[in-house]
């Protein structure tokens, strides 16, 4: 602890430390530690890594960019399991067939 506190006084640019101060060695290992109960390939293992180097890198608003992602992801792979039927399609993401529509439309897949 000592070392790291040294570290910190020496390398944080204000009388603050901020997260962005904090080593990259730090967040690797919360991340190994907090992921490491979950499946190696598991979407969610791949999101929080995914997460962390957004992060990492100062981005924001990371739900912002990846839920139209992930719901790109899902309204394509239920239409393609349900060879194209919207109201299937809909049922099998917990949509109503309006919803699926509108979401089609907003995501730019119609």
Do not use: Y
């Not at 719901?71 to 239920?78: G, H, K, S």
């Not at 399609?89 to 917990?94: I, V």
């Not at 699926?100 to 897949?109: N, Q, S, V, W």
């Amino acid at each position: 602890l000592k070392t790291p506190c040294r570290w910190l006084t020496v390398m944080a640019a204000g009388q603050e430390v901020l997260i962005q101060d904090l080593p990259g060695e730090l967040f690797e290992s919360t991340v190994a530690e907090s992921t490491s109960q979950m499946q190696p390939d598991s979407w969610a293992t791949l999101l929080a890594q995914w997460a962390d180097r957004a992060l990492r890198s100062g981005h924001q608003n990371l739900l912002s960019e990846a839920q139209p992602e992930l719901e790109r992801t899902l309204l394509t792979t239920a239409l393609r399991h349900t060879q194209g039927h919207k109201q299937e399609a809909a049922r099998l993401l917990g949509w109503g067939r309006n919803t699926l529509t509108r979401k089609l439309k907003e995501l730019g897949m119609e």
